[in-house]
């Protein structure tokens, strides 16, 4: 689908299942961010914008039981479907969502607005809400002070090249007073328990650039990821392994 980073279309198109595997989940209290901040209740329609496999689309659906997700990619909406089939997922993005004007009261990109951070996007997102209507963002983030999250991220970061990304910042660049308010952010601690497979190995190898990366450059991402949980004192025979990070949200509010 055209507007799609080649890193997401072939990226996810391959690790779908691995990225629903892996991924974390997103802290309870943001039930209540919601709710309260976000002003969503059971009379709300509210859309869930680059969904991927439906990881928020499930608290979300909690709190406002009309819940729509759009997602491009059709490997990702599969996973998403095959754990919650009755969501109405559609196939769009966020400079073509498919849906009326002013037909939404809230809409939420978990872990998606870094890719399509531009002023087409948040007019297009401007179009589909209601007058009052509210955008939220949010993001996992890792906690990078623990020394073994950061050995992680210098494993990672060589490779990834143009693809965007949260931590650069630049997202914030599409938000100059036109279509939205701005951000107003809330934090979270988060924890992400499993096995060292799940945590760690799913999580990053479902990264987009990694996925997209040709074999011989993924297998030696695979080892050093291995080679770390194997010596590193944290991990190092563990079965369980608690990783943390710091849940990011923020709410826009609609310019009417």
């Given at each position: 689908?055209t507007?799609?980073?080649?890193?997401?279309?072939?990226?996810?198109?391959?690790?779908?299942?691995?990225?629903a595997?892996?991924?974390?989940?997103?802290?309870?209290?943001?039930?209540?961010?919601?709710?309260?901040?976000l002003?969503?209740?059971?009379?709300?329609?509210?859309?869930?914008?680059?969904?991927?496999?439906?990881?928020?689309?499930?608290l979300?659906?909690?709190?406002?039981?009309?819940?729509?997700?759009?997602?491009?990619?059709?490997?990702?909406?599969?996973?998403l479907?095959?754990?919650m089939?009755d969501?109405h997922?559609?196939t769009g993005t966020?400079?073509?969502?498919?849906?009326?004007?002013?037909?939404?009261?809230?809409?939420?990109?978990?872990?998606?607005?870094?890719?399509?951070?531009?002023q087409?996007?948040?007019?297009?997102?401007h179009?589909?809400?209601?007058?009052?209507?509210?955008?939220?963002?949010?993001?996992?983030?890792?906690?990078?002070?623990?020394?073994?999250?950061?050995?992680?991220?210098?494993?990672?970061?060589?490779?990834?090249?143009?693809t965007p990304?949260?931590?650069?910042?630049?997202?914030?660049?599409?938000?100059?007073?036109?279509y939205?308010?701005?951000?107003?952010?809330?934090?979270f601690?988060y924890?992400?328990?499993?096995?060292?497979?799940?945590?760690?190995?799913?999580?990053?190898?479902?990264?987009?650039?990694?996925?997209?990366?040709?074999?011989?450059?993924?297998?030696t991402?695979?080892?050093?990821?291995?080679?770390?949980?194997?010596?590193?004192?944290?991990?190092?025979?563990?079965?369980?392994?608690?990783?943390?990070?710091?849940?990011?949200?923020y709410?826009?509010?609609?310019?009417?």
């Open positions: 689908m507007g799609v980073h080649t890193s997401a279309q072939q990226g996810f198109s391959t690790q779908a299942a691995t990225y595997q892996g991924r974390p989940d997103y802290p309870r209290q943001l039930t209540g961010w919601l709710t309260e901040v002003q969503i209740n059971a009379q709300s329609t509210v859309v869930d914008l680059g969904a991927g496999t439906g990881k928020f689309t499930r979300l659906s909690t709190v406002a039981p009309t819940v729509i997700a759009v997602e491009p990619v059709a490997a990702m909406g599969a996973q479907t095959k754990g089939p969501v997922l559609l966020a400079e073509a969502i498919p849906l009326e004007d002013a037909s939404t009261d809230a809409l939420v990109c978990a872990q998606s607005f870094h890719w399509f951070s531009t087409a996007a948040l007019r297009e997102i179009r589909v809400l209601k007058p009052g209507g509210r955008l939220g963002l949010i993001w996992n983030m890792r906690d990078e002070s623990v020394d073994w999250v950061a050995a992680i991220t210098a494993i990672i970061t060589p490779y990834e090249g143009d990304r949260f931590h650069t910042g630049q997202w914030r660049a599409a938000f100059t007073g036109e939205f308010s701005a951000a107003q952010m809330t934090c601690p924890t992400h328990v499993g096995s060292p497979q799940e945590v760690i190995m799913d999580r990053f190898l479902s990264v987009s650039f990694i996925a997209a990366l040709p074999a011989d450059k993924k297998a991402v695979t080892e050093q990821l291995h080679t770390l949980i194997q010596t590193h004192p944290a991990l190092r025979g563990r079965d369980t392994v608690a990783f943390p990070y710091q849940t990011q949200a709410r826009c509010l609609r310019v009417d």
